[in-house]
């Protein structure tokens, strides 16, 4: 593995620093924007998207942006295109790079993630228009009889695709296995998820020759669902997330960037405080938080 790789990763997950996820597709930003009452325009995304990575001091505690690829094509207002102007500010540029995810075959409730067509190509244009890294994003839902087996597998097998084939671009892989927080589950299931999930995914990242080494785990934290009666406790949530990263995560991945997943940023910075504070650990713990920034 080239030593870019490593460093690149080791850089991303620099102590006190996190990962700004500015990846919002065309549908979802709409949706963010719907609700300020704020039309959702090219000029509007880019102006929003220019704010943030502007913000005096913002690289003293953001490492790295993930754009979508619309962003990764415009520019600051001074003309700068964001991937330079962000580079010059001493933070690393990344990319969004599955195409979402759609409904699983025969699998009700379920979902696979697209993209894998074509994202060799895909990758290297990233690379010449300046991203270092890039995130997938697998979806995992918790319901009645689900997740199955079939939707596990074949999510950490897409994962593992599309983290191969970064490594082969130079890209380091940010790979996002996100067990849905929404729903009435307990915290105890929510860990049994994350487990199996955590469980195949490192599976198929070895079968399929990925360099630990170069990678970042972008996971949910260990909590309630959203609608369970009963929520755990901050202490409880740092406790069991820990556990489940410590029985499945290999000390050699150098970052687990949590995503915020819809809790409120007070939540999900006292869950991420609480487990630091109980460091030091085999990894860096940070984030790479969308709504909660
Ligand atoms: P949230 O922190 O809003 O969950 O977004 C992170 C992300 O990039 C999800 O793919």
Known sequence: MSDELKSTAKALVAPAKGILAADESSGTIKKRFDS???????????????????????????????????????????????????????????????????DLASAPGEKITEGLDGLRERLAEYRELGARFTKWRAVITIGEDIPSEYCVWTNAHALARFAALSQEAGLVPI????????????????????????????????????????????????????????????????????????????????????????????????????????GPHAWQLSYSYGRAL
């Open 36 to 102: 300020i009452g704020v039309e959702s325009t090219e000029e509007a995304r880019r102006g929003y998207r220019d704010l943030l990575f502007t913000t005096e001091g913002a690289a003293e505690h953001i490492s790295g942006v993930i754009l979508y690829d619309e962003t990764i094509r415009q520019s600051s207002a001074d003309g700068t295109p964001f991937p330079a102007k962000l580079a010059e500010q001493g933070i690393i540029p990344g990319i969004k790079v599955d195409a979402g995810a759609k």
């Open 175 to 278: 790979v996002e296995p996100e067990v849905l927080m929404d729903g009435t589950h307990t915290i105890e299931r929510s860990f049994d998820v994350t487990s199996r999930t955590l469980h195949a995914t490192f599976t198929e990242l070895r079968d399929q020759r990925v360099h630990l080494e170069g990678i970042l785990l972008k996971p949910n934290m260990v909590v309630s669902g959203y609608e369970c009666p009963t929520q755990a406790n901050v202490d409880e949530v740092a406790e069991k997330t820990l556990l489940c990263f410590q029985r499945h995560v290999p000390a050699a991945v150098p970052g687990i960037v949590f995503l915020s997943g819809g809790q409120s940023d007070e939540d999900a910075t006292a869950h991420l405080n609480a487990m630091n504070a109980r």
